[in-house]
Nanobody, 126 residues
Framework: QVRLVESGGGLVQAGDSLRLSCVSS????????MGWFRQAPGKEREFVSN????????YYADSVKGRFTISRDNDRNTVYLQMDSLEPEDTAVYYC???????????????????WGQGTQVTVSS
């Protein structure tokens, strides 16, 4: 059984940084695209970033481009999201996800991801 566990969330002030981690167990992340999504209260879950299995190509939502950095360590079965220059608008529950297809193209749609973590809360105060 595949399980994703996020950690690293918390309460910070605007301008601070956080590093989220997502550890996958039950299946290797090698060959799978990995993504980060977030959901703020009253809003739909939205794409934040993903990283491909091939060449570790990274993609970002416009709202976080230049501030967030995604990375992966296949040996540790872990994906990271470094979040710098945090803004109050970044407040949300952040979810890690593993793609359904192996060796497939990257995709920002939630439906392309088969496994999800339970989420970690990030709160940014002004």
């Amino acid at each position: 059984q595949v399980r994703l566990v996020e950690s690293g969330g918390g309460l910070v002030q605007a301008g601070d940084s956080l590093r989220l981690s997502c550890v996958s167990s039950g299946r290797t992340i090698n060959g799978y695209n990995m993504g980060w999504f977030r959901q703020a209260p009253g809003k739909e879950r939205e794409f934040v970033s993903n990283i491909s299995w091939k060449n570790n190509n990274a993609y970002y939502a416009d709202s976080v481009k230049g501030r967030f950095t995604i990375s992966r360590d296949n040996d540790r079965n872990t994906v990271y999201l470094q979040m710098d220059s945090l803004e109050p608008e970044d407040t949300a529950v952040y979810y890690c996800a593993q793609s359904q297809a192996r060796w497939g193209p990257t995709n920002r749609a939630t439906g392309a991801y088969e496994y999800w973590g339970q989420g970690t809360q990030v709160t940014v105060s002004s």
